[in-house]
């Protein structure tokens, strides 16, 4: 069973945000607003009854906002709670980490990115000039995505430092070796933080713009805030807030192997890379059994069935079961690091009724 401590790192990252600046962004050229077909769950397969007792059970979970079902690309059911409605922009906590990861596997795509055995000196050489003898400058990008940079990190006390740093990227340079056993998972939003200028060097444009061309705009996704750290960056590991009919379209991408409308927006190969289990994961996400982490999205096992999620803080889950062609999003707010453990595991519970409702 995972300790308290754990579950408060695990889920992510957001309770310390509070008062770091964000800016609501909108598409430069906004692509065509593309809303769900809503349709019957009967249509698609799906007990009406049992999707519905699922809904309404996500009721009991206080700190439950959103929850949306997407099977065979189309929306099945959608439920807000708390006042919530479905124009909110909600936060996605440390489901960012996950966006970003789809970033880097469309930068190699386009040969922005070379390949993830290039190292942190190779794709920030300026700032490892400033530090040649940092661990960090020896990391490379796959180590970044699958959680073994192996530098020394602790949520609960470097987060804040972090966050409110003005060089953020330095700050990272001056992390130590955690002295593991090599290839060991551990979950660092330092080592992600450096995602944030690895992409705008490689591309040229600043985050927002580059997801905005790159991920947001070719699924219609029109408008979303990131969360900036003191340095003025926007950070790729947590700050991310969009509609829960937004979070879910990147779940359903995920789910149909990178393919939007007919038209192929991730490589289908970076989704399966993504999803397949690099190294073992040491939190666990009941009933999700087999935890394990691929890039910067977690996987397991649900009902017998593969799935995969990215996962933020207090219950923010982007979930989606291939075999099922089915996608899940929820929103939550922020629990106190106490009640974290319980939060998430209920709002888990309300994913998985819907998963065996499905099944």
Known sequence: MVSRRGFVCGGSASLLMTGMADRVATAAQPARVFEWQVTSPESQGIAASGLEAALTSGSTVGALRSLLVVRNGVLVGERYYGGATASDLLAVNSATKSVCSMLVGQALQQGKLKDLSQTVRELLPDHAQKAPNSPAAGVTLEQILTGTTGLAYEFTTQLRALATSAEPVQYVFGLQSDGKVA??????????????????????????????????????????????????????????????????????????????????????QWVADSTRVHTSSVWRNPPIVNSGYGYLWFTGTLGGKSVAWAWGYGGQFALFVPSLKLAIATAATDPRPQDLRTQTAAVMDVVAQVVEVVS
């Open 183 to 268: 290839n060991t998972w551990s979950y660092n939003d330092a080592a992600v933080s450096l995602l944030t200028p690895i992409l705008e060097r490689a591309q040229g444009l600043p985050l927002e713009e580059i997801a905005t061309r790159d991920l947001f705009g070719p699924l219609g996704i029109e408008k979303f805030s990131w969360g900036r750290d003191k340095g003025g960056n926007s950070m790729a590991y947590v700050g991310l807030k969009l509609r829960t009919r937004d979070l879910v379209k990147l779940a359903w991408l995920m789910a149909d192997t990178g393919m939007w409308n007919g038209k192929s927006v991730l490589p289908g």
